[in-house]
């Protein structure tokens, strides 16, 4: 659909904005009205979703541009149990630096008002109460730009746009020596290295884990090399000891996923010297993501192992549903498991689906994995002449909870990191339930070792005891006294509090809603601009319509007898600037993963649309 006919079609008025309370305001408690006058950008997000977080750091340079005539609000509608507690939505507001009024909506009703389908999602709101332009997932800031310029202008001339400061009023923030710490590793020397996320930094500290000894980064954001004290990162996490001989070779240590740099970074013990060694500082979207480390784009690196099975660093690639692999002597880097569908399968390493993989273990001829969107244990293998992907624990997408018991009935919640321990058992950082499990390969037996820890997100044993790096309390934690033995929660399972999408069965539209932003054109130079890829949980959900193609649009058919499934889409746009007299015009490509929860019910709706920019025509 053109801007002209999005200008024709009937204007939707923006629903309330109705929730439990309003971060970041001072206090005070606001209303759609509070914000006429102003070009209002609502940002549906929630606090375990990287996708969410990448939005965040999209968001900042416009609000920065446009700071006179835009308000951002984040909508922070909950996938997991833990994301609805208040205190821990606070903690989440302050650990990701948001700028800007959130609005907390822990039942999703504002979610449901808005008819989000996804984490995350942006809906624009014009200057006199009218929704005028959604978007889901990542990438649209460009977009926005041209949106948010249009409306500017266009308001300002009939002198419906308010001009001056939003509401924002920043939180209070305690002093500590470290600030929502992500990993700890384990140097040979007796100290801890931990990656002090909000600090931007890394922290030595002695064998205690309270006694600093040193910090290398200069704690401001940014992604500068050199020594110690003049380095900088960006949210750093994951952090592996290389082996003496590949460290020799390489020059360095210790790599660091530098997460929000979407870079690897290697550091020289002896003296804190820091140096890029993988990645573009660019976000990988598309296209190879193989080859020489440095010209190589990764996204959203969380944990870093040394493995030798792979004979290199394998990567936990949070950001598009990865493994990779890196090579510190070659200098290369490639895909090493899983195919950027988000989801749980299992198998060959290069089929297998992975959800924000978020925790590494070195387990000599396994390597453990923290899987953490489908609240899943994994592990990676050799097979034949490659590797297999295997879970341990874990059901889906939209199912945990935490209960013990056999692999089949245990359950976590959004675990972000593992540990080896000295029996061969795995330590699991069961973050949202705030506590440590432990699983038994030998029993195939879940049990809790431990509760009541602020948000675990990494774990490491040092001379047999485990240190944990309890996140949401700033601290490191030793939590697990030797000889203490495990316990058994006869929890209950649980699912996310998203709806599911009702639908009609056999006959189904799959309709994916792209408009091109304003001045541009989709770019079909090169052949076909857009691409549409549909798999199904489960597989036989779907009799036709699964596999990838050129057209958004697709007829898909629904097996009779099963009522609950999910649909796992993919889709993309590239366009460009729509200005003949430009030799080189600006290119940009639009992708969005949806995992759609579906109920299959007589009298459902036949049409499914999903809105990755602008509007739906037939809505």
């Not at 070659?330 to 950027?340: C, P």
């Not at 596999?547 to 649909?567: C, F, K, P, S, Y």
């Amino acid at each position: 659909m053109s801007a002209e006919q999005q200008k024709r079609r009937a204007r939707v008025r923006a629903p309330e904005l109705v929730g439990r309370r309003w971060l970041n305001t001072g206090g005070r408690e606001m209303s759609l009205q509070d914000f006429r006058g102003k070009v209002l950008v609502l940002d549906f997000w929630t606090f375990c979703c990287i996708n969410c977080l990448h939005v965040l750091d999209e968001l900042r340079p416009l609000e920065e541009e446009f700071a006179d005539e835009v308000v951002v609000v984040g909508v922070h509608s909950p996938k997991f149990e833990h994301e609805a507690d208040p205190d821990a939505v606070a903690a989440a507001v302050q650990r990701y630096a948001v700028h800007h009024p959130v609005l907390d909506d822990p039942e999703l009703t504002t979610w449901q008002h808005y008819a989000v389908k996804a984490w995350p999602t942006l809906v624009v709101v014009d200057p006199e109460g009218y929704v005028v332009h959604v978007a889901a997932g990542e990438g649209h800031v460009e977009t926005l730009r041209g949106v948010v310029a249009e409306l500017v202008a266009e308001h300002d001339a009939k002198g419906t746009l308010h001009r001056g400061d939003g509401p924002y009023v920043p939180p209070e923030t305690e002093n500590t020596t470290l600030r929502f710490p992500a990993k700890v590793l384990p140097l040979d020397g007796g100290t801890l290295l931990v990656s002090d996320s909000a600090h931007h930094s890394l922290v030595e500290f002695t064998a205690d884990g309270e006694t600093p000894v040193r910090r290398i980064g200069s704690g401001e954001r940014g992604r500068a090399d050199g020594a110690a004290g003049e380095a900088s990162f960006a949210e750093p996490a994951g952090l592996a000891l290389l082996p003496e001989d590949v460290a020799a070779e390489a020059g360095y240590d210790v790599v660091v996923a530098d997460t929000v740099n979407h870079l690897l970074r290697g550091v020289r013990l002896a003296d804190g010297e820091v140096v890029t060694v993988a990645g573009t500082g660019e976000q990988w979207r598309d296209g190879a993501d193989g080859g020489p480390a440095l010209q190589t784009p990764l996204t959203s690196p969380w944990d870093v192992a040394w493995w030798e099975p792979a004979g290199g660093v394998v990567i936990a690639m949070a950001g598009n549903h990865t493994l990779g692999l890196f090579d510190p002597r070659t200098g290369q880097v490639r895909r090493f498991a899983g195919t950027t569908v988000e989801g749980l399968r299992d198998g060959d390493a290069s089929e297998a689906f992975f959800a924000q993989t978020s925790g590494l273990a070195d387990g000599g001829d396994r390597l453990w994995l923290a899987d953490s969107e489908t609240s899943a244990l994994r592990w990676v293998e050799a097979s034949g002449d490659g590797f297999a992907v295997r879970t341990a624990v874990g059901a889906g997408l939209f199912d945990f909870g935490h209960a013990d018991g056999s692999s089949g009935q245990a359950l976590f919640q959004h675990p972000l990191g593992v540990a080896v321990l000295p029996d061969g058992s795995v330590a699991v950082c069961d973050t949202y339930n705030s506590a440590i499990r432990r699983y038994d390969p030998a029993s195939d037996e879940v049990s809790t070792l431990a509760d009541k820890i602020a948000e675990p997100s990494g774990a490491a044993v040092v001379d047999g005891e485990l240190v944990v790096v309890a996140s949401a309390s700033h601290r490191l934690e030793r939590p697990v006294p030797p000889g203490l033995a495990a316990k058994l929660v006869r929890g209950t399972s649980q699912q996310v509090k998203r709806p599911d999408t009702e639908v009609g069965p056999g006959e189904l539209e799959l309709a994916v809603v792209f408009t091109p932003p304003p001045g541009t054109k989709l770019d079909d130079r090169y052949g076909p601009s857009t691409r549409l890829e549909v798999s199904s949980s489960p597989e036989g959900l779907l009799l036709e319509g699964a596999g990838a193609g050129t057209d958004l649009n697709r007829g898909l058919v629904l097996a009779d007898g099963i009522e609950h499934g999910v649909l796992h889409v993919v889709a993309q746009a590239a366009s460009c600037d729509d200005d003949p007299s430009v030799e080189h015009p600006a290119c940009r490509l639009t992708r969005q993963d949806w995992g759609v929860p579906i109920r299959v019910a007589a009298g459902g709706p036949n049409r499914l649309p999903l809105v990755m920019g602008g509007l739906d025509d037939e809505a």
